[in-house]
């Protein structure tokens, strides 16, 4: 049987549909700030109208600014989520046509304290979000460095540069060769993307594109879906070992799920509310075989601005021979070896360069080029990520 194919860096970029502003938009814009007017940064800015739908969201920047562009003459207000802290919400706003309107978000502070969270041992499949107070404000913590993160993916003014690996092991992980690493840059999009939410749900997360097995992994627009959400049941964790003093959310597929899935944790550093990496394994595979080893990593990091980011991710997937059944032993495929692949993030720029993808006088925001704003260091390919 051949090798099956995994997802190596082939990740789906999401369109830019960026203009010129158009003529007569309106807008609000800003500072939010606390009350002594410490600036606050990294907020998800977003505009609801009456109806309760978000129709625009930005991230206030390290000097506490926002601004956000109505998408029709209305009344609005701002909501204001950051991660540790409760959502804050504006009175509303009245926004006439062409209208510029600047207001002073003011937030008192109302820490979010994961850090007081008791797990106890709960049903093994509770569907979000039935259980109850405490599993929600984790998962609502999580949210929030998952949506961010889907955003900053979106922003057409991000330069990251990147390594990509692929690695043999052999049946118990051990790598057979050196890996093999690929130096790639991306401009306005991020270079880690999965294929759409509901193609997952309707092929699950193992398939067989053009007839070769292919291995997916979640992506922040992946976890946000509400297909993802239905799909899996969720309970909270205490960690242990290399995750060690964080809060885990559980997730597991459901039990009458046939297709290829994903269960894992998502764990979360309950000081700060931060995500700080997603693991997971692959259940209901076509081929019985041992699954220890298997599976992947998706590791989240904020960036100073407050962004966030995928900083790293790696999928490990079977290579597995056909044995014929002989007399009355059935046949059955067995483990010859696991191919690994993954990427990581090793520095992200601010840039007017779009890479040919847009005239650089069409954006809303045109930094310097080549503005570092964090750069991380090179990992063994297959790493874990460590608290």
Known sequence: MGRPGYLVGAWIALGLLLGARPAGAQTVRGWVEQADGVPIFGAFIMLEDSSGVVSR????????SYRIT???????????????????????????????????????????????????ERARCTILPDEGIELQRVWDEA???????????QQPYFRFDAVMHTQTLDNRGRPTAEAVLEEVRFYGRHPFRAIPAQDLVLGGFVQRPGGQVAYYAPD?????????????CFRLLRGQAESAGLLGLEFEALP????????????????????????????????????????????????PSGAWII???????PVVEWIPGQLQRPGRYRLMGIDEGGGQVLSVWLTARIAGLLPTDTL??????DSLLLRFDLEEPGFRARN
């Not at 969201?57 to 506490?64: A, I, M, W, Y």
């Open 364 to 369: 809303r925001v045109t930094p310097p080029p």
């Open 311 to 317: 900083r790293s991710w790696w999928i490990r997937v």
């Open 256 to 303: 009458q799920s046939r297709l290829p899935d994903i269960e894992g944790v998502m764990w979360l550093d309950p000081a700060s509310s931060e995500l700080r990496w997603l693991e997971f394994t692959y259940v209901n595979l076509e081929a019985s075989i041992e699954q220890q080893g298997l599976g992947g990593m998706v590791e989240f990091a904020r960036l």
């Open 143 to 153: 949210l929030k460095a998952i949506t961010a993160t889907a955003w900053t993916g």
């Open 220 to 232: 922040a627009d992946v976890l946000l879906s509400d297909s993802f959400v239905r799909r899996h």
């Open 70 to 120: 109505a998408p029709a003459p209305g009344a609005y207000r701002l909501r204001a989520d950051r991660i540790g802290y409760s959502a804050a919400v504006s009175p509303w706003l009245r926004l006439d046509e062409g209208e510029d309107l600047s207001y002073r978000f003011v937030i008192e502070p109302s820490p979010v304290r994961l850090r007081e969270i008791r797990v106890e």
């Open 57 to 64: 969201r930005v991230l206030s920047t390290e000097s506490g």
